[in-house]
Structures are given as C-alpha cells and as structure tokens.
C-alpha cells in the first residue's frame, strides 16, 4: 500500500502573502509622529555656576592649611595670562592667534600641563575682556573643560577601589571672575 | 495607431489582470527611513526654541541640556522664553553690519549700568511663578516643597560680547538666578 501523497504538493503555486498593507499604514504613521517630534538641532549646554561666597565657604577657607589652586584664565590685549594667585605655579601667557583672539589650542596644551601636577583641581576662573565675542568665550571654555580624544591621558586614584583610572574632563567648573569689574 | 489594434487591447488586458503595487521595495524604504528617523530621535527633555537670525557658536562639550528658562538674546532684542523683554537700539549703521552692536537704552539700566531692568523683572516674575508651582506640587522634601534650582539657559548670538553677557548674569545673579547654562551647536565629529 502506497503512502498517501503529501498535500503541499497539491496546493503547489498558491503562494500565502503577508498582509503588508496595514504595516504600512503603520510604519507611515510612525514616521510621521517621527518627523514631526525629532529634533534635529544638536543643542548643547556649558554649564557655569556663579561665582558667590556664603559665610560658611569663607570660614573653611580660612580654616584650609592649604592655599587653593584658583586657576586663573585671564584675557589681555594680546595675549592670555595663565596663572594663580596663590603662586602655585609659573605664569604661563599664551600669544592670540593672527585674529586676534586667544589661542584656544594653545591655552589647551598648557592647561594639560597644569592638570598633570593638579589633577585633583576641577575649577578655573575666566576673565575675559568686556570685547570679547561670545564664539571666542564658548571656544576658551571648550578648551579649558573638555579633553580631547588625542590628548595623552591623566590618572587619578580611586579612593574607594584604590585603582588608577583616567580622568574625563580637564576643568569641568569654569565661572566668570569679573561680574563686578568694568574690564 | 499600433497599440490601438487587437494587440494592443490584448496587452492593456494583460496588465490589468497582473499589476500589483511592488509594496516589498515600498517597505524596504520606509524600514531604512523609520531606522534614520529612531536613530536620530532626540529623547532628552529640552524644549528649547531657537529665534530668527540667531547664529550660535559651536562648542564640543558632551552636555546636553535639560528644560529650563531661557533668555534668547538676538542682535535685535532680548527674549525671556516667549516674551521679548528689550530691543536694542538699533542705527542705521548696525543694519545689515556683520558687527551686532547691542547697546541698551539708558533707561533699561541700574547699578552703574550693571542691571538690565527689563529682564531683571522678567526673571522675578519667572521665578515667582515657578516657587507657587513648587508650593502647589505634590513633590515634597522632608516635608517642604522643592527648592527654586535657579538655572537660566542663555542662547546668545555668537557675535555678542562678553560685556553683555555679563550683564545678563549681573541681573540673573541679582533675581537669584545661581547656575548658567550657555547654549551652542554641537560640533559634528
């Protein structure tokens, strides 16, 4: 007795088709909802606290043994000061470019210099000149907070796991030093 | 007159009976586009509007920022969120220069011309509808409403010099406004 023959082969030709119509009304809705909310404006924010002393900031100021680092970035007619007030380190000025706007780069490279002794220090003060243009203030502060990719990388310990780990951000906390000044 | 003969009749017959809209390519194109579109979806929760002739600088930092109000300064006027707080004045020398000069009225300045008037009771106002919506939230710490954060967002022209922006932080200081949030295009990599 033959085997019954397999019914695949009857309905050989009868192709089932997936129902692509409502996921197209699908998919057009979505991109719609897509197109009409994506952003497509990379906004991005530098974030500055204003300078401010409570009481309380000045009294443990005093208390500190230690003078602070106070990094300065102070803008000048043709160059950019570098430096503490505490003399914590050699004063470092930093020529502008052809333009005549300060030497973004350069500012760059010798505060990595000044992050590698201090690598604990997280804030930098900026002075910049009343003239300065905002483009200029956003391309000093790109410099002074971020490291670059291509920068050589800075270790700092983990005081909880005791491990080396490089850091992320050069001087992440900028504030403005001159709110009050006419400069 | 050929397609108007027996075989061209028979060939319109043809087609009517086989077409079908090609709707896999169709798919295919309308996947790659919903991919595009997802990948390029902006979740974070900023609602920030940018204004008319308003050319921001271009800036490499990883931050993206969060809601808040914002003060929109173009080389025209001074925009606190929707409402525009103070024109400058404007010459028939500053029209169409590539140089914005933003000058203030006299009057639209206090504490040595350090305080922009305008914006300063734009900001209280501001202030003083976000600390009763605080009062009136549910959301509560040890008992007392949320804290006013006080961060204004500043989206300023690229060309606007450091003396106005210091002034905007002057008055914001002034009106309890503690943390900055410069704004700028993000640098393409």
Same mark, same amino acid.
């Given at each position: 007795m033959f085997k019954r023959p397999s019914s695949r082969r009857k309905s050989h030709g009868e192709h089932a088709e997936l129902p692509l119509v409502p996921i197209l009304d699908t998919m057009v809705t979505l991109i719609g909802f897509l197109l009409f909310t994506t952003s497509f404006l990379g906004i991005v924010a530098i974030e500055s606290p204003l300078p401010q002393s409570s009481p309380e900031e000045i009294k443990d100021e005093v208390k500190q043994k230690e003078k602070p680092l106070q990094l300065t970035v102070s803008f000048r007619e043709k160059d950019v000061e570098i430096w503490s007030p505490f003399a914590k380190?050699?004063?470092?000025?930093?020529? $502008? $470019?052809?333009?005549? $706007?300060?030497?973004?780069?350069?500012?760059?490279?010798?505060?990595?210099?000044?992050?590698?002794?201090?690598?604990?220090?997280?804030?930098?003060?900026?002075?910049?000149?009343?003239n300065s243009p905002y483009d200029t203030l956003v391309a000093v502060m790109d410099a002074v907070r971020t490291l670059e990719p291509t920068d050589p990388p800075i270790y700092v310990k983990n005081e909880k796991t005791g491990v080396d780990e490089p850091i992320k951000s050069l001087f992440p906390k900028v504030m403005f030093g001159n709110l009050l000044g006419d400069s | 007159?050929?397609?108007?003969?027996?075989?061209?009749?028979?060939?319109?017959? #043809?087609?009517? #009976?086989?077409?079908?809209?090609?709707?896999?390519?169709?798919?295919?194109? @309308?996947?790659?586009?919903?991919?595009?579109? @997802?990948?390029?979806?902006?979740?974070? %929760?900023?609602?920030?509007?940018?204004?008319?002739?308003?050319?921001?600088?271009?800036?490499?930092?990883?931050?993206?920022?969060? !809601?808040?109000?914002?003060?929109?300064?173009?080389?025209?006027?001074?925009?606190?969120?929707?409402?525009?707080? %103070?024109?400058?004045?404007?010459?028939?020398?500053? @029209?169409?220069?590539?140089?914005?000069?933003?000058?203030?009225? &006299?009057?639209?300045? !206090?504490? &040595?011309?350090?305080?922009?008037?305008?914006?300063?009771? &734009?900001?209280?106002? &501001? #202030?003083?509808?976000?600390?009763?919506?605080?009062a009136k939230s549910k959301s509560r710490v040890d008992g007392k409403p949320l804290a006013f954060e006080g961060i204004l967002a500043v989206q300023a022209d690229k060309r606007v010099?450091? !003396?106005?922006i210091r002034k905007i932080m002057y008055t914001a200081g002034a009106a309890g406004y503690k943390t900055f949030r410069f704004l700028a295009m993000k640098r393409d990599t």
């Open positions: 380190f050699e004063p470092k000025a930093i020529l $502008n $470019n052809k333009e005549g $706007n300060p030497d973004a780069q350069g500012i760059h490279v010798a505060l990595l210099e000044i992050k590698k002794k201090f690598p604990l220090e997280d804030t930098a003060v900026l002075v910049p000149n009343k | 007159m050929a397609g108007h003969g027996i075989r061209g009749r028979r060939s319109r017959r #043809k087609i009517n #009976k086989a077409f079908e809209l090609q709707l896999t390519s169709m798919m295919d194109v @309308l996947v790659i586009i919903v991919v595009f579109l @997802l990948k390029s979806y902006n979740t974070s %929760l900023n609602n920030f509007t940018t204004a008319p002739g308003l050319k921001l600088p271009i800036s490499s930092s990883p931050d993206s920022p969060n !809601d808040s109000l914002q003060v929109i300064v173009t080389p025209e006027s001074m925009t606190v969120d929707t409402d525009r707080v %103070l024109d400058f004045i404007q010459t028939a020398a500053n @029209l169409g220069s590539p140089e914005a000069n933003y000058s203030f009225r &006299a009057s639209d300045l !206090d504490e &040595a011309g350090k305080r922009i008037i305008p914006l300063y009771d &734009a900001l209280i106002k &501001a #202030k003083e509808k976000t600390e009763i919506l605080l010099k450091y !003396d106005t």
